[in-house]
């Protein structure tokens, strides 16, 4: 009888320890470094952030986090890869608002779900996009663009980070909503975009405001509007989309942290604290506004409802687009 109940308190004691373990795991978190995927080229802006929030986590969680860009199919391979990660705090995506608020109208056979596969952690900062053209090109306004374009049908073409992102859903509203015959060239990220449309390949974009910055200041490129609702800190001189004729015009974008969805709650508490600590670091403020982001921070679940609302934003420019990505 004594050993019947030596061997019911030994699996009740098994069973207690498997119930605790991710709690326990949770705990101990991070015991090793942590990957931070970047699913785009580096030198764009969701390297930038992210580069630059990994330098701030680093600093404040006992451990490295460490950069790997995996660029590819406008963001999907690198987020199908942290998507299909284990669940263990040790794999996370910089996202951006594109991947789930186009993505998942843009490529109907998607293998995963960007808004069921990843599970919110924080929004690091946001911005507007800046339409930039070479300055070979004959314009110095949106006007003069729009009459350019229109006296060269089908021989201009704008380029994006890759099919999906903000960057291309800008240019989209902007050939549809004027009834543009423009040409979209995607790229595995802004950087090879600028580098093409600096180069002459391509004649105009609708890039991030943080990596296309340096390439205007230089004058390697020629920035005719922005596409917030108002006229952004960095480049003041600047009218908005709105301002330059067309009203109903505009664009923005977030970047994000995302772990593999099944990340235990503690962990997500967890880093979501530690991108708190990023995003008021003097250091962190001062480099994304010098560059154009708005810092923005919060919680896993107002991430959550931002989210939901760049899903009701732009489903339905997608859908009057009629773009479509196998």
Same mark, same amino acid.
């Given at each position: 009888m004594r050993l019947k109940s030596v061997a019911t308190l030994l699996a009740a004691l098994h069973c207690l320890s498997f119930l605790l373990a991710p709690e326990a795991r949770a705990q101990a978190y991070p015991n090793k470094p942590i990957r931070l995927i970047v699913p785009y080229a580096p030198g764009g802006a969701t390297d930038i952030i992210g580069r630059a929030a990994a330098a701030e986590i680093s600093k404040t969680i006992g451990q490295q986090v460490v950069i790997e860009n995996r660029p590819g199919a406008g963001g999907n391979l690198g987020a199908e890869m942290v998507a299909r990660s284990a669940p263990d705090g040790y794999t996370m995506l910089v996202s951006p608002s594109s991947l789930h608020g186009i993505t998942p109208f843009l490529y109907p056979k998607l293998s995963y779900d960007p808004n069921k596969d990843l599970t919110p952690v924080i929004v690091l900062g946001a911005f507007a996009n800046v339409l930039v053209v070479n300055p070979g090109v004959k314009a110095n306004s949106?006007?003069?663009?729009?009459a350019l374009i229109r006296s060269q049908p089908g021989k201009i073409s704008y380029a994006s980070s890759g099919s999906g992102s903000t960057?291309?859903?800008?240019?989209e509203m902007f050939k549809h909503m004027l009834n543009l015959d423009i040409e979209h060239i995607p790229y595995k990220g802004s950087a090879p975009a600028l580098t093409d449309l600096m180069g002459g390949q391509v004649q105009l974009m609708f890039d991030n405001i943080p990596s296309a910055i340096p390439h205007i200041r230089s004058g390697k490129l020629r920035a005719l509007a922005t596409t917030g609702s108002r006229r952004s800190a960095s480049l003041p001189e600047l009218p908005t989309m709105m301002e330059a004729g067309l009203p109903s015009y505009e664009s923005t974008a977030w970047f994000g942290l995302v772990?593999? =969805?099944?990340?235990? +709650?503690a962990i997500v508490a967890r880093m979501n604290a530690e991108g708190v600590k990023a995003t008021r670091s003097p250091e962190f403020i001062k480099r994304m506004n010098d560059l154009g982001y708005d810092i923005v921070g919060g919680t896993p679940e107002q991430m959550g409802a931002m989210i939901q609302d760049e899903v009701r934003r732009w489903g339905p420019v997608v859908? =009057?687009?009629g773009a +479509?990505?196998?």
């Open positions: 949106v006007s003069e663009l729009i960057i291309h859903l800008s240019g772990f593999p =969805a099944g990340t235990p +709650k859908k =009057a687009s +479509k990505v196998d």
